[in-house]
């Protein structure tokens, strides 16, 4: 069973940035990022698969940056100029397959969720 672990969550103003970490158990092909905002349902926010390819959702592309260390086990998601709809629990994912995937469906694992609050 693969384990995720994540960190980094936290409150902070618009306009400001946040770094999130997650760390995986074993080596797994594709890492991501989802996100579930109080009443809305889970959206996919990022992907980053073995060979560094990465997939955004709209909304945050040119403002988040996702990135894995290979070595680790880990991926980072880097958000700047964070909104108040960014607001969410943010869970990281991974899927045992080399596809780079948008669809909730399509992962495997998933870690506890970390808290991102941001105030306006």
């Known amino acids: 069973q693969v384990q995720l672990v994540e960190s980094g969550g936290g409150l902070v103003q618009a306009g400001e940035s946040l770094s999130l970490t997650c760390t995986a158990s074993?080596?797994?092909?594709?890492m991501g990022w989802f996100r579930q905002a109080p009443g809305k349902e889970q959206e996919f926010v990022a992907a980053?698969?073995?060979?560094?390819?990465?997939a955004y959702e709209d909304s945050v592309k040119g403002r988040f940056i996702i990135s894995r260390d290979l070595m680790l086990n880990t991926v980072y998601l880097q958000m700047n100029s964070l909104k108040p709809d960014d607001t969410a629990v943010y869970y990281c994912t991974a899927e045992a397959s080399p596809v780079l995937s948008t669809t909730k469906g399509e992962y495997d694992y998933w870690g506890q969720g970390t808290q991102v609050t941001v105030s306006s």
């Open positions: 074993v080596r797994i092909y594709t």
């Open positions: 980053i698969d073995w060979s560094r390819n990465t």
